[in-house]
């Protein structure tokens, strides 16, 4: 199984931005997907996850201004992230999770936001 990532780029503060994770497989309804993001130098950390279920959990940094959503006929997780600040300017990864383990990841997207 594969999962890509893409969509990020540069933005102004405040601005909006989707990412789009794409999987090489019908996984969606088997697996937990999330987003997470990582800086230079942290660990990588959740920003948003949706349950096999469609159950949504985000992280309180991004709460109210990230949405997180799946399209299963597509196999596409998407990202939608508004009024994005500076610190949000770090690459995000989409993931395919079980009871909280990761099973596969994909390829990082950055995320710049600047003006």
């Known amino acids: 199984v594969q999962l890509q990532a893409s969509g990020g780029g540069l933005v102004q503060p405040g601005g909006s931005l989707t990412l789009s994770c794409v999987t090489s497989e019908s996984i969606l309804r088997i697996y937990d997907m999330g987003w997470y993001r990582q800086a230079p130098g942290k660990e990588r950390e959740l920003a948003a996850i949706?349950?096999?279920?469609?159950?949504?959990h985000y992280a309180d940094s991004v709460k109210g201004r990230f949405t997180i959503s799946r399209d299963n006929a597509r196999n596409k997780v998407y990202l939608q992230m508004n009024s994005l600040k500076p610190e949000d300017t770090v690459v995000y990864y989409c993931?395919?999770?079980?009871?909280?383990?990761?099973?596969?990841w994909g390829q990082g997207t950055l995320v710049t936001v600047s003006s």
């Open positions: 949706i349950t096999e279920g469609g159950n949504t």
């Open positions: 993931n395919a999770e079980r009871q909280g383990t990761a099973i596969y």
